[in-house]
């Protein structure tokens, strides 16, 4: 096998592992940096739905509980709950893959019934009450979600809509009925803020930001295999060629051909110097014996 070709072999290999290598750990740290990213948007849509809820508690409701005392319906927007919940699903209308639940066993609203798998997310806040958070991911249409869930406490203060009937506010039944959201204890997780939101987006965004590295150490890669094969060609092989033909020339008895003209003093020189002494050696030696 000629020189350039084992070179280039090596070089073949030793790149390849170079662009695994680089595949490799690129890819692990654009998946981190994705699912970090989905994180903070959980994290986000979460901060904002709890401010809702606070604003509406301590800024909205006192307000409204004042104007509305008199009235026989049930006015809606003092519960911060609702307030969040629909919130929300006016930011759906720009985000439909984003869905934000407050999901309770045994719900006022039957809208926020947990399915079964939210089921199992508020079992598994009861089960351990110390879980302040759950991620998880989960299959669904639109893909792969990311899922953050945070547990819902019942407070002395829920117990007036959210124990017995009888000790709600009458609107509250005429509008809900008696049937459901009651029995609920101080202290109980009833419920859990569940955010989900898609991974797809970020998970296709660092799949293109990978080939996109790739591609660029590919060229790379292939550019300075180019430039390694043409210097050698120019600095070794070329001259190693001419040496060659040289010596076998001189090697066949043919003394009159043009000594090497050696540059620099790398080891090809340096071969080209001992060729050049060789021949006028052998020219020497020749002429003796010629006579
Ligand atoms: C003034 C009555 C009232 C109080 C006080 C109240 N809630 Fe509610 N809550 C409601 C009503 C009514 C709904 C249904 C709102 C809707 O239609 O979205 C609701 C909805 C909810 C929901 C959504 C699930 C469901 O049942 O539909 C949760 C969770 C919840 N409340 C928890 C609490 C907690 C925790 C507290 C105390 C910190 C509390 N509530 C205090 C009346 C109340």
Same mark, same amino acid.
């Given at each position: 096998m000629k020189l350039l070709a084992k070179l280039n072999l090596l070089l073949i290999a030793v790149f390849s592992?170079? $662009?695994? $290598?680089?595949?490799?750990?690129?890819?692990?740290s654009l998946?981190?940096?994705?699912q970090a990213q989905v994180l903070h948007e959980a994290g986000l849509v979460s901060a904002s739905a709890s401010a809702v809820r606070q604003y509406t508690e301590e800024e909205v409701s006192p307000l409204l509980q004042k104007a509305t005392e008199h009235e026989t319906t049930?006015?809606?927007q003092v519960i911060p709950f609702y307030a969040a919940t629909t919130t929300f699903q006016k930011i759906r209308k720009s985000y439909p893959d984003y869905t934000y639940k407050e999901a309770a066993l045994n719900p006022t609203n039957l809208r926020d019934r947990a399915s079964d798998w939210e089921a199992d997310i508020i079992n598994h806040f009861r089960d351990s009450p110390a879980d302040t958070e759950l991620i998880r991911t989960r299959e669904g249409a639109a893909g792969t979600s990311l899922l953050m869930a945070h547990p819902i406490k019942v407070e002395a203060g829920c117990l007036q809509c959210h124990s017995q009937p009888s000790v709600a506010p009458r609107p509250l039944i005429v509008s809900y009925g008696s049937e459901h959201g009651f029995g609920w204890k101080d202290g109980e997780i009833v419920?859990?803020?569940?955010?989900?939101?898609?991974?797809?987006?970020?998970?296709?965004?660092?799949?293109?930001?990978l080939t996109e590295l790739l591609i660029v150490v590919a060229i790379t890669f292939f550019v300075a295999l180019c430039l390694i094969d043409l210097g050698l060609f120019y600095i070794v092989i070329k001259p190693l060629r001419t040496i060659a033909e040289n010596a076998n020339r001189i090697s066949q008895g043919e003394m009159e051909l043009e000594q090497l003209n050696p540059k620099g003093k790398d080891e090809v020189a340096e071969v080209s110097r001992? $060729?050049?002494?060789?021949?006028?050696?052998l020219q020497k030696a020749m002429d003796l014996l010629n006579g």
């Amino acid at each position: 096998m000629k020189l350039l070709a084992k070179l280039n072999l090596l070089l073949i290999a030793v790149f390849s592992l170079g $662009l695994l $290598l680089v595949g490799v750990g690129a890819n692990r740290s654009l998946q981190r940096q994705a699912q970090a990213q989905v994180l903070h948007e959980a994290g986000l849509v979460s901060a904002s739905a709890s401010a809702v809820r606070q604003y509406t508690e301590e800024e909205v409701s006192p307000l409204l509980q004042k104007a509305t005392e008199h009235e026989t319906t049930f006015t809606q927007q003092v519960i911060p709950f609702y307030a969040a919940t629909t919130t929300f699903q006016k930011i759906r209308k720009s985000y439909p893959d984003y869905t934000y639940k407050e999901a309770a066993l045994n719900p006022t609203n039957l809208r926020d019934r947990a399915s079964d798998w939210e089921a199992d997310i508020i079992n598994h806040f009861r089960d351990s009450p110390a879980d302040t958070e759950l991620i998880r991911t989960r299959e669904g249409a639109a893909g792969t979600s990311l899922l953050m869930a945070h547990p819902i406490k019942v407070e002395a203060g829920c117990l007036q809509c959210h124990s017995q009937p009888s000790v709600a506010p009458r609107p509250l039944i005429v509008s809900y009925g008696s049937e459901h959201g009651f029995g609920w204890k101080d202290g109980e997780i009833v419920g859990a803020q569940i955010i989900a939101v898609p991974i797809s987006v970020a998970e296709e965004k660092a799949r293109r930001g990978l080939t996109e590295l790739l591609i660029v150490v590919a060229i790379t890669f292939f550019v300075a295999l180019c430039l390694i094969d043409l210097g050698l060609f120019y600095i070794v092989i070329k001259p190693l060629r001419t040496i060659a033909e040289n010596a076998n020339r001189i090697s066949q008895g043919e003394m009159e051909l043009e000594q090497l003209n050696p540059k620099g003093k790398d080891e090809v020189a340096e071969v080209s110097r001992s $060729l050049n002494r060789m021949h006028t050696s052998l020219q020497k030696a020749m002429d003796l014996l010629n006579g």
